[in-house]
């Protein structure tokens, strides 16, 4: 071994020990950081602001199970965009034939009640509908008007309960407590991924304290760089209800028409 | 001249259907859509028998059907900002009792070309229009006339009959403005005679059949209902047009009409001065109104009414919008020259005012509610048949679903405050899988024989559907 190559030899090596020092530096920093020094709203709160796209498509199957394994299937396709301090939804039924045509337009306002408008084939015109009882069921899923909504973490007192794993992932255990009653929940706790901050599986629990339903992600896919959810499940604990959420396309980022968050595309779609 | 106008537009109904049939044949569909046409369709076939609870008279149905087959199309052009809408629909309908009545129609519901462009819309064709935000009751929903072979068994959407237009939408930043042309009147289909629904029912027979004079009989049996000619014929000398401006402020979403339309549901108008007493035994078909018209000795033209329908000008306004957990919104309407029937069934033209408020809620036990209040104000009030001065009405609306939406429970009900008639429609759904479905139900009907409600008190149906939706 000629000393040019030993140096480069040598050379090597340190840069890989340095990039490995480096790199467990950075490990250490991100435990010290999100491990013991993050509050469970700090967590909640970067569970709220991960990028999930400035815009995006999904068309989703629903499929309604009751307890005896009767199934219901239900396509929809949504749209969102996230417009800063306001997010506007745009959700179109188009299976099975009984709901078909039925179209659903969210503006979800930060500081104030959402507006919501529903268009209903039968009824021929696009009509105003209540935001605030959050409590009742989405379209008859397990799923609440609550629980499709994002929910803001000042919404909630938050507490890191301890540290736990799902599936494959660490996860962090917070409990979020709602204030003045701005919920229909005593209390939530999440499965969020340290990695990720993808809240991976919930338990709702009623104003009596009782567990009543769990939501759990039970597929989770990295596309177009955002962690993306593509099998969730909400189960009922009292009825033994579920409701299957699949994923079965997807579009981020693809410029999505403003014209579609309208009154007028609500009606003429 | 005006034949003329009528065959063209007939024509360009039919060539929208031809366009539509090659089209449809160059369409492949696909999961991605990538498709130059978008190609939406969907259907039903359902049946509805109505069974009648008690037999009243020998006259009376005691079973009707109705079975239809809608099919629903719509094309969307991805090179060209057009949509074409073709509905098309085959009924089968039958009144079986002693006359055994038949029906089997092939329609054009509908059939459109709709143009659009970011800042408008022009929409031609034969289409259905939806104005006002009341449900079921009719205040400025005016654009589309209605069919009442079957009284009110059918809601408002359900009844409307689709017109040849042309509507077009301009779209401001933060208002809407649409206008509507309807170029042919086309009035409400309203049947008289022969039918438990028809407006003076089985009056005819009742007097043929009945121990009557011959000369009696013929009297009765002579009277006619005429549509009048240029009504009958599409003249565009009956042109109709509105305007609706609508926005929405701080959370309240308003309009505000003009509309210069005919009041589709016709007047019968008396040729000679005899015919007011034919109106009145019509109307209230008692033996000493029978002799009155008798002791006239009425013939010829004293026996022919005209189905009358009147201009109306409308100015309109609806708002809409949440107030916590409930839902609100109201119409108001102004009508100039609306025609009622004097005491003495004579005809006049009053103008008057109807205004309406709703409310609807839906209670964290799954319970959802609508309530609605109308009052109707006729202006320069003198004694009317039927119509007081103030009148006033309720509807309330009550669905719960079970099963997670498998079955639902409604009601459905109607009270005239002022005339003390009243109709409820209580009624059970199970949707089976999405596709099938089947409901059990009945209307009653109460009140006075001179009321709305109260002239079908003797027809409570109990009914039962059965839908295919595709």
Known sequence: MDNKSSYASWGKISMAVLKITLIWLVCLWGVLLYGEDLTGREIMEEAFNRYDGDDAYFKMEMKLVDKKGNERKRLLEIYTKDYGNLIKTFIKFIFPPDIEGVSFLSWENQDKEDTQYLYLPALGRVRR?????KNLRFVNTDFTYEDMQRRRPEQDTHTLL??????DYNCFVVESIPKKGSSQYSKRISWVGKDNFVILKIEFYNKKGKKIKEYRIKELKKIAGIWTPTEVIMEDLIDGHRTLMKTLKVKYNQGVDDAIFSIRHLQED | ?????????????????????????????????????EWEKRGEVFMRVYQDTIEDSRYETNQEIDSRFKWKNKFKFRSFPIILGINLEARYQALVGEDTEKDLDLLLKEAYLKFTKPSYSLKIGRQ????????????????????YKWFILWDKQERKIPVFMAKYDYYGNNYQIETVIVPFFKPSYVRFFGSDWAVFGHLKEVIEDGSYSQSIKNIIKSIKVHEKDRFSEQVLENMQGGIRVKGTFKGIDWSIYYMYFYNDTPTLRERTSKGNTVKKFLYIPTNSNLSQLVAQNPSGDDLILDREYSRLHIIGVDFETVAGNYGLRGELGFFYNKPFLRENFSYIEKNTLCAGIGIDHTTSGNLYWNLQFIEDIVFSYENLFSQEEYSHQITSTFSKDFLRGKLTFGVDSSYRISYHDWMVNPNFTYNFNGRLSILVGGFIFEGASTTLFGRYAKKDVIYFQTTYKF
Do not use: C
């Open chain 1, 129 to 133: 509908i209540v935001s605030t009882q």
């Open chain 2, 128 to 147: 259905t229009v939806t104005w006002g935000k009341l449900d079921d009751i009719i205040v400025l929903d005016r654009v589309n006339p209605q069919e």
């Open chain 2, 1 to 37: 001249m005006r034949y003329l106008a009528s065959d063209i537009f007939k024509k360009i109904s039919i060539y929208i259907l031809t366009v539509s049939l090659v089209i449809s044949g160059k369409i492949i569909e696909g999961e991605d859509r990538k498709e130059s046409i």
């Open chain 1, 162 to 167: 301890r540290e736990s794993s799902y599936k």
